[in-house]
């Protein structure tokens, strides 16, 4: 089967366990990521479950955010990477509740790195945190290991 390149609009979630993106992990993100004109977004609000200091959220919680944000670019180019590198600058809090509109790009590709650059702004565009990437690409292979008990818990509508 021939990969094509994916359309604008959902893309689909990596895998239903997935921390940032899948829709039946309880302690999960649930994000929701689009392809918008070769970038993807994603519009998150955080919530008191991710705060650090009192309101204002945990810096890990937006590192996983981010890094899951980085995993859709498997998408763009019809192969699966994962990450190498990961590197953020925190401009201004976030608070939890507020709503952030994350932006990922793929900046280049040297042969298996995928350079990835990120952006976070809330709702009036001040710009909140920035983030560079490197991803690896890796084969299938990579993945098999320990799986979990719900082997169910997989479809034709994730990647994994
Ligand atoms: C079905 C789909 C599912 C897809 C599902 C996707 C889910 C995504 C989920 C969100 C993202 C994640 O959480 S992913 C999970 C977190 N990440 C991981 O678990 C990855 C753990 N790390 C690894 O498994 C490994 O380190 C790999 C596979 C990433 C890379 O190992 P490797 O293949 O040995 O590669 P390595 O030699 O280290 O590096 C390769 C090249 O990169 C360069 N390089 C290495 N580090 C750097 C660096 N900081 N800056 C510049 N360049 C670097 C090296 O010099 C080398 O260049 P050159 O000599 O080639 O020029």
Redesign the pocket.
Known sequence: MTWEPPHDGPLPQ??HN????GDRNPHGHHLQVRLEGGALHARHTFDERHAGAPGITHGGAIA?VL??????A?YLIG???????LSIDYDRPVPVGAICDITARLERR????L?LTAEGVDASGARLFTARA???V?D?Q??HGPRPPDSSARSSR???
Not at 18 to 21: I, M, S, T
Not at 110 to 113: L, T
């Open positions: 990596h895998h997935c921390l940032g993106c996983t890094d899951d944000v980085f995993g859709f498997g192969q699966p990477a994962v990450t190498r590198s040297e042969d298996r790195k350079f490197l991803f690896l890796v299938l990579h993945f994730t990647l994994l």
